[in-house]
């Protein structure tokens, strides 16, 4: 039994090592398979990458090993007229920049100062007194420490007072006798170490611009040892036809000036650098995306020096619907009749007139100019056009005479009898003179107040009677607003520009107002408004978005256009809610207006022309004596018309704020926009015909 026992231990013994050795070898074969596997997955891998990727990943490597360097803004795109003339061109500067470099004192920077002053030629007229005192500060340190008292130490020390305001004192305490023994060398560094300093330390900044050959060269010739200093060509914007439009063309930022501090954030998202110059108003600011150049881009190779990657250009050029020799034409009358104007009695307070000649067929302006005389000076006034209202008068009343239409208030060709009409708790209120009996379109010509008041009356849901009370209903208001606006009065007109104004809306409930309301004596419009409005009658009733954009063309190397890029097409804004015959009728009294025996517009367009068209005449108030406190009645007037009549090619308006005032000595009103509105539809005549 024992021995039995002992073979079977053996037995198990073999057993358990032949399994042993089973395992141990299928755990080699495993792992023989798995580096096997492995392998050719990596060495797969590899070929892939090797012989498939190797392009993609060579790509990836030199984007992470490039890198690249920008260089100076480039020149902006052109500005053209609608006849492709240049108003807006670059001029070459050749420009003069320090940079402060890291670890440069403020001894190093007057050492520079001391021998780049020389060489350089400035207005030392710019130089303020803060900077003479701000170099002698640090050119005599210690003749500074001297002006300082004891017990002001100690403040600093005891943290009373900073070390800035310790600066600060010393610098008040730098005598103008002090200042008054500077040579002129002295004079030319202080004002050298101003601009050196002038801004964050970080930025580049301009020393000279348009600096002169010899200027130019010596720096460009010394750059290496006048750390900092450098050499660059620049340029600026000119402008061949002077000033003429030149504040709605707009400014643009200078090399030193760069993205404005408010806009950074969206420029920066863009792909601008700080030190890019951008379009900052009016058509620069508007078609930045056009007119912007793109930049010479650099790339840095291995020896630090700088190998051009690709080549800069041009921004593209652009063209208004603006004739400049028109708009020349335009402003030159506007600056005449104002200075005529001047002397004439009543007119103490008129002081500006502003003229929109427009398509009334596609939206494009042809001329757009305003007019200022400021202490006997002439000045452009054109953002007025854009951005101030003014009491329109008697223009609006085709728009009036429209919800009289619409609602059924009248029908065409009612006759009222014009009498001054007097509703409880309010002065009589009448036309400019009785007119008795009158239909719509005499109601037109002859500007009556009184059918628009009982035509409002009855838009009001009642009729009128003397000494009625005039009950107060919102939707009498929101209809004819709504009218108003449905030709562009009182909303945006959608011109591209950056700014404009919307008008000026009032939510005075008292019931009278709504008499106002109808005679234009109750909201203001812009000048822009207005054109928008006198355009919508003229092409039968369509609101036209109004542009100065015309085409976009593509830049070149040389002075010729490239390819157009973008061209522009008129866009309806909205249509009129009215009848055809409701349209054509008011347009009849228009038409009136200028040719009927009596019409107020007659003698503003000469005959030739066929034209039609609304005089307005509003009560104004100024506050003469700038005391807050608006006391002085004035005259408004205003013309808005188009011609010919049958088939519209222009429309204008002309605005005269404060033209006249009344006057119990003399009875006069100015004729300044009678005189405007004749000579520019003329000179229009001369230039195009009809």
């Given amino acids: 039994m024992r021995r039995y026992i002992k073979k079977r231990k053996k037995l198990n013994q073999i057993a358990k090592k032949r399994n042993y050795d089973v395992i141990v070898s299928h755990r080699f074969v495993f792992f023989l398979v798995l580096v096997l596997f492995l392998f050719l997955f990596v060495f797969g891998k590899l070929c892939f990458v090797m012989i498939f990727s190797s392009h993609q990943y060579s790509s990836e490597l030199a984007s992470l090993t490039y890198t690249k360097v920008s260089g100076t803004s480039s020149p902006r795109g052109r500005i053209y007229d609608r006849n492709y003339r240049v108003i807006v061109d670059n001029k070459s500067l050749k420009t003069i920049t320090y940079k402060k470099e ?188 056009y007119l912007k150049g793109e930049k010479d881009e650099y790339e840095v190779i291995s020896s630090h020096e700088l190998k051009l990657a690709k080549e800069g250009k041009r921004g593209n050029d652009i063209v208004l619907s603006i004739d400049i020799l028109f708009q020349q034409k335009v402003e030159q009358i506007i600056a005449s009749e104002l200075v005529q104007a001047k002397n004439e009695p009543n007119t103490e307070y008129y002081d500006h007139s502003s003229v929109i000649v427009q398509d009334p067929n596609t939206g494009e302006i042809l001329a757009m100019a305003s007019k200022k005389i400021v202490n006997g000076e002439i000045v452009d006034n054109i953002s007025s056009i854009l951005t101030s209202p003014i009491t329109p008068g008697s223009v609006v009343k085709g728009a009036s005479i429209l919800v009289g239409y619409n609602t059924g208030a009248i029908h065409i060709g009612e006759k009222m009898i014009d009498e001054c009409i007097k509703v409880a708790g309010a002065p009589e209120k009448c036309s400019s003179h009785t007119l008795g009996l009158i239909d719509d379109i005499t109601a037109l010509a002859k500007s009556s107040n009184v059918y628009q008041f009982k035509t409002a009356i009855r838009v009001n849901g009642q009729e009128y009677f003397r000494e009625m009370k005039l009950n107060f209903n919102q939707s009498s208001f929101d209809t004819y607003r709504s009218m108003y606006h449905s030709f562009g009065l009182g909303v945006k007109t959608g011109i591209d520009l950056p700014i404009e104004s919307s008008g000026c809306t009032s939510d005075d409930k008292s019931a009278g107002n709504l008499l106002d309301f109808v005679m234009g004596q109750y909201e203001a419009y812009t000048p822009l408004q207005l054109s928008q409005y006198i355009s919508t009658i003229a092409n039968g009733g369509s609101r036209l978005q109004p542009y100065l954009l015309k085409e976009v063309h593509q830049a070149t190397n040389g002075d010729e256009l490239g390819k157009v890029i973008y061209s522009s097409s008129k866009k309806v804004l909205n249509t009129i809610d009215t009848k055809p015959e409701y349209m054509q009728r008011m347009k009849d009294g228009f038409y009136a207006v200028m040719h009927m025996n009596g019409g107020y517009g007659r003698g503003y367009i000469d005959d030739k022309l066929d034209s039609a068209g609304k005089t307005g005449t509003s009560q104004s108030f100024i506050d003469n004596d700038h005391n807050g406190v608006i006391d002085t009645e004035t005259i408004t007037s205003s013309f808005i018309g188009f011609a010919p009549f049958q088939n519209p090619k222009f429309s204008i308006v002309v605005t005269s704020p404060n033209s006249s005032h009344p006057n119990s000595s003399y009875d006069y009103a100015s004729l300044v926009t009678l005189r405007i509105t004749k000579a520019v539809t003329n000179q229009y005549y001369e230039m195009y015909g009809i």
Avoid at 185 to 197: E, F, Q, S
């Fill in 102 to 289: 890291k670890g440069t004192t403020d001894e190093e920077m007057i050492n520079l100062a001391n021998e780049v002053a020389n060489h350089l030629d400035f207005d030392l007229s710019k130089l303020t007194l803060r900077a003479k005192r701000e170099y002698y500060f640090v050119k005599y340190p210690d003749l500074c420490a001297n002006k300082v008292k004891s017990e002001e130490r100690e403040k600093v020390e005891q943290r009373k007072m900073t070390s800035r305001d310790l600066d600060e004192l010393i610098l008040q305490r730098i005598t103008e006798e002090e200042l008054s023994q500077f040579s002129e060398l002295d004079l030319k560094v202080a004002y050298l170490y101003y601009l050196m300093n002038n801004g964050y330390t970080y930025e580049e900044k301009t020393i000279k611009s348009d600096a002169s050959d010899s200027e130019y060269a010596y720096i460009s010739e010394n750059n290496e040892k006048l750390k900092g200093f450098n050499t660059k060509i620049d340029w600026e914007r000119v402008y061949p036809y002077g000033d003429t439009l030149k504040s709605i063309l707009g400014t643009v930022s200078t090399s030193t000036q760069g993205i404005p501090a408010e806009e950074k954030d969206k420029y920066l998202k863009l792909g601008y650098s700080l030190n890019d110059r951008v379009g900052l108003s009016y058509l620069e600011k508007q078609y930045e995306n």
